[in-house]
């Protein structure tokens, strides 16, 4: 075996250094070195692979047709109205008591009903309300007004208003506002003059009080007065009569809602006179049942 001497062992040493050097320094050869560190062979070459594949399309290879009025006619029939001042005619109807009440002399069903037809500015408005006790109308009027908007929740209506009971038909001219007040207050001012000269009033309001989202409280009052005394239907002048409610509803659906709740009624001057008369209590109270319907 030939001996090697320190001075070719040296010299091999530096050989397989520099040939080591040389191969690294060809492989690494076009790669991006700020991206090398921690990197196995695996990761470089799925580098390259991503590196070569090519930008993806920005339009599409079909092109899309642009969109027409009849490709919007054939998915869309776009109804009459649902502008803002249109001509379209609608229309509302809310029974907003329709009631069996236990009154001291006997049961009483009771009715208030309104409604409108027209548009968002002009509306016919027709209302009626009254009392049936013991099988027999004791108080029934029928009201037809044309209002007209003269702001978002506001209305001035005028019309004619028709009494059946009490005492013989009679006929009033109508003049009021109505609409909503702060809060979702709604309220109702009307003025009549009757064919005699006879002239009266009547404020209304009623207010919702959402107890949750189906369970809603209502308050309600209504005040009449009168300019004269009238023995034939027992109304005297001056404030005549008012009548408070509290009801309480649950809305089955929107449109529909049974509800319970109390009533009081009270006479006032001249008017408690002529009661007394009949054999009628001054004030009365009472336990209502009934629905609220509207569509």
Do not use: C
């Not at 908007?149 to 006929?171: E, L, N, Y």
């Amino acid at each position: 075996m030939t001996r090697l001497t320190p001075i070719s062992l040296a010299f091999i040493t530096v050989s397989l250094t520099l040939s080591s050097a040389m191969a690294a320094t060809h492989d690494m050869q076009g790669m991006d070195h700020s991206q090398m560190t921690g990197m196995d062979p695996g990761q470089m070459q799925s580098m390259d692979e991503f590196q070569m594949q090519p930008a993806a399309p920005t339009e599409s290879r079909t092109p899309i047709a642009a969109l027409t009025d009849a490709d919007r006619a054939a998915v869309f029939a776009s109804p009459g109205g649902h502008k803002v001042h249109d001509s379209a005619l609608n229309y509302y109807f809310l029974a907003d008591k329709l009631e069996w009440q236990d009154a001291d002399d006997g049961s009483a069903l009771a009715w208030d009903l309104s409604g409108w037809v027209g548009g968002d500015i002009d509306r016919l408005w027709l209302r009626s309300e009254g009392e049936r006790s013991n099988g027999k109308t004791e108080d029934a009027e029928v009201q037809a007004l044309w209002g007209h908007a003269i702001s978002p929740w506001w209305d001035v209506v005028s019309g004619v208003r028709q009494d059946f009971k009490p005492g013989a038909p009679q006929t009033w001219a109508a003049f009021g506002v109505q609409g909503m007040a702060l809060y979702n207050f709604e309220a109702k001012a009307t003025a009549f003059i009757g064919e005699a000269g006879q002239t009266a009033a009547r404020l209304e309001g009623d207010y919702d009080i959402l107890l949750t989202n189906r369970l809603i409280l209502q308050p309600t009052a209504e005040l009449n007065v009168y300019g004269k005394n009238d023995p034939q239907r027992g109304i005297g002048s001056g404030l005549s009569n008012t009548e408070a409610g509290l009801r309480l509803r649950y809305e089955i659906r929107r449109e529909v809602a049974p509800y319970v709740g109390v009533t009081w009624n009270r006479t006032y001057g001249k008017t408690t006179d002529y009661a007394s008369d009949e054999g009628e209590d001054r004030s009365e109270a009472r336990l209502v049942l009934g629905v609220r319907l509207w569509f």
